[in-house]
Nanobody, 121 residues
């Protein structure tokens, strides 16, 4: 069993900041890419940011220059620093990770349960 648990969501005013964290636990051999997605009411889930095991990053155009993704491989944890938040950033944020549970095993995507981020105008 593998579990991803997000934390750090909440209510913030426009222009404010939040830092999300997502820790993976359970039967883990190695984690490949980790990332954050979000889903606003009535909209499809979209990729926000992704980071490779080596630290290469990629961002959605809508968050470039405002959000920063990072990870701590020793702690199996990924972070999302969100600055200059806008009301349109309001969504449930989900972390995901490609996890191999044993040596030679395939990398299988796992998802967290989501954390609500609400940005008021």
């Amino acid at each position: 069993q593998v579990q991803l648990v997000e934390s750090g969501g909440g209510l913030v005013r426009a222009g404010g900041s939040l830092r999300l964290a997502c820790a993976a636990s359970g039967s883990i051999f190695r984690i490949n890419a980790m990332g954050w997605h979000r889903q606003a009411p009535g909209k499809q889930r979209e990729l926000v940011a992704v980071i490779s095991r080596g630290g290469s990053t990629n961002y959605a155009d809508s968050v470039k220059g405002r959000f920063a993704i990072s990870r701590d491989n020793a702690k199996n944890t990924v972070y999302l620093q969100m600055n200059s938040l806008k009301p349109e950033d309001t969504a449930v944020y989900y972390c995901n990770a490609e996890i191999a549970r044993y040596v030679g095993g395939s990398y299988v995507p796992s998802w967290g349960q989501g954390t609500q981020v609400t940005v008021s105008s």
